[in-house]
């Protein structure tokens, strides 16, 4: 293709239309256009902040035509303006089809150049199809069981003129690792960290994503509608033809979905410089929070996942229609027979919850059932008979939004009394959340915490760095009457104990176990924040030349309390590692900390904390101000 276009550019020297070409290749400055902003976008052009180079992020040769345009956007516009001016190539054939986005921009900047516009059925006929109207920005919430999923997600959806089409039948733009099936999570978490996926753009009707997000992975969707113009949402679309069929390297801290989708906005409106505000890291909410900054966001709406629609209705159901609704799935009696007894209203009630429950035991299980099957279609047929209407109210939209919590990265100062000593603390997280912060905004027992560097400054020792966090994820789900899920967690990186002189060693802790939650009734019987006492069976491996054998092996219990308030937050911890290998030195740990929250961005925390070695023990007080942003 790119000798085709080589000989193009030579046949256009020769030719009259190209001879307008050279001549306005001589009125205007190329190089002051190349280096025109919008053009950057059209390419992704970008400042890579560790090789330190300006190049386009995109890694297919088919997004260019010159074989410099990766590197040199002067070289790609001028390539581009010789091949936009052919006018004798075939329907679908010629580079304005291909590139409609870099064609349509040009245009606008070089009005009297001459351009002839081709004939692109396929094109017109996709963007037809495509009908785009306005742009709605979907936000699945995170999804903690899921370590692609941890920080949520964002797409596009294409929303059509009409206001009574069905948005299901919409389509939706989403950018994603191309991951091989065959990976598991881990290797999956691996790949995405380290640029090893390519990641593609792609467009697929709403409704296939909605099954995905909120019926499949059980999420709850935020949607919002942006600000863009027809003209801007015609230049996306136009945007969106030109990177299909190419990719871009994915990383899960920066060049991810929601970096990308909003380089792709960038690209369609001269009013939009989002992705520049994501250097180094791009978390969902705060591409949200740079959208409603530069004043895009118009319009918000909630939908609930199937399973908070399923827990909305256990909260409003009985007893009897509970257990009636578990009998109705999960045995062979006649229905009428579980529903003997009963007024309308609690048949109805048993019904809408056996059939949402049937459907999350088919997703759960993630295999066809046709005894389910059947099942759920005699509950159906027997619901029909009985008069129409919502059984349930509708769940209550959640009082703050995902991307109204706190900041994603925190600072916190702490000022420590270790055994007679005092010692000042520096800790810098890059992301996300732990359950002792403020939780407005985020999932309830959830814990997503990613390079967090604690540097220290110890009388006698100077300064030292007391540990570095690679990662630590906690899934504190808890059991209710139609769900089982087991609660988790996973940490690794480096640490010290608090005893002073203690070495720093590293380690990886895996443990598995149950949540339960607790509701303290606060004024109008409203609970007041979110409780949950949890039990996990932890695995822990240290490696460092300060154990007998180079290393430690320990297993035993975690037992806690956690109380999430909007005011005021609580842990209370113990830890206890009877079973070692490779030291014989046990382990019990014991921590409480109160956190109390100022503003959305601040905090302060007071806790305690006794860890024993053997018969030793070491006892360190702190107070810290946590700052969020």
Not at 138 to 150: L, T
Not at 283 to 294: H, M, Q
Request: hydrophobic share 40%; charged share 25%; net charge negative.
């Amino acid at each position: 293709m790119k000798r085709v276009y080589a000989f193009l550019a030579l046949m256009a020297v020769l030719s009259a239309p190209l001879a307008k070409g050279s001549d306005i290749a001589g009125k205007n400055d190329i190089q002051a256009l190349a280096a025109h902003k919008q053009w950057h976008h059209l390419l992704h052009v970008r400042y890579h902040p560790y090789t330190f180079r300006t190049l386009s992020q995109n890694d297919s040769p088919a997004f260019f035509l010159s074989a410099q345009g990766k590197v040199d956007p002067a070289a790609e516009l001028q390539a581009d303006l010789e091949a936009f001016l052919q006018n004798t190539m075939a329907p679908d054939s010629s580079a304005q089809c291909r590139f409609p986005a870099r064609y349509h921009w040009l245009k606008q900047q070089l009005p009297d150049a001459g351009f002839i516009d081709q004939p692109c059925p396929e094109f017109e006929e996709w963007r037809q199809d495509l009908a785009a109207h306005r742009l709605t920005l979907i936000f699945p919430a995170s999804h903690i069981n899921s370590p692609s999923s941890m920080y949520g997600h964002t797409l596009v959806r294409l929303d059509r003129k009409d206001p009574e089409s069905s948005k299901l039948l919409a389509y939706s733009v989403n950018f994603a690792a191309d991951a091989d099936p065959e990976d598991n999570e881990l290797k999956f978490s691996w790949k995405g960290l380290t640029g090893g996926y390519p990641g593609t753009v792609s467009v697929m009707p709403y409704y296939v994503k909605t099954n995905e997000y909120q019926h499949m992975e059980y999420r709850d969707v935020w949607e919002y509608q942006l600000s863009f113009t027809q003209e801007e949402v015609d230049q996306f679309v136009r945007h969106i033809w030109e990177t299909r069929d190419t990719h871009f390297d994915y990383f899960f801290f920066d060049e991810n979905c929601s970096y990308r989708l909003m380089a792709l906005l960038d690209a369609a409106s001269e009013r939009a410089d989002l992705a520049d505000r994501f250097v180094r890291k791009a978390v969902p909410v705060d591409t949200i929070r740079a959208l409603k900054d530069e004043q895009f966001l118009y319009q918000i709406d909630f939908r609930p996942s199937a399973a908070t629609l399923m827990e909305n209705m256990a909260d409003h159901a009985s007893v009897e229609e509970q257990a009636a609704a578990h009998l109705l799935v999960e045995t062979d009696l006649p229905i009428d027979d579980i529903l003997s007894g009963m007024t309308v209203g609690e048949q109805r009630r048993s019904l809408e919850l056996a059939q949402a429950y049937a459907r999350y035991l088919s997703v759960k299980k993630k295999q066809a059932n046709p005894v389910l099957r059947q099942r759920t279609i005699d509950i159906l047929s027997t619901r029909s008979r009985l008069p129409s209407g919502a059984a349930f109210p509708a769940p209550d939209k959640p009082p703050v939004r995902d991307d109204e919590g706190h900041g994603s990265s925190r600072l916190m100062l702490s000022a420590n009394r270790i055994d007679g000593l005092w010692r000042a603390d520096a800790r810098w997280r890059i992301a996300y959340h732990d359950i002792m912060d403020v939780p407005s905004g985020f999932v309830p027992g959830a814990q997503i915490q990613m390079g967090e560097f604690d540097l220290g400054y110890l009388e006698g020792e100077g300064v030292q760095l007391n540990s570095l966090t690679v990662v630590d994820v906690l899934s504190l789900s808890h059991m209710t009457d139609f769900q089982s899920p087991v609660a988790w967690g996973v940490s690794g990186g480096l640490d010290r104990f608090q005893a002073p002189g203690s070495e720093l060693f590293g380690y990886l802790n895996i443990g598995f176990g149950r949540a339960w939650h607790t509701r303290v009734p606060g004024p109008e019987d409203r609970p007041t924040g979110d409780g949950r006492l949890f039990v996990l069976g932890q695995v822990t491996a240290r490696a460092d030349n300060q154990f007998r054998d180079g290393y430690q092996l320990t297993a035993g219990p975690r037992v806690c309390w956690l109380w999430q308030g909007a005011l005021t937050q609580e842990l209370i911890s113990f830890t206890w590692e009877p079973l070692t290998a490779g030291d014989d030195h046990t382990r019990r740990a014991l921590l409480i900390e109160e956190g109390f929250t100022g503003a959305s961005d601040d905090q302060l925390r007071l806790g305690f904390e006794r860890e024993w070695l053997g018969s030793q023990a070491t006892n360190r007080w702190h107070l810290s101000y946590a700052w969020y942003f």
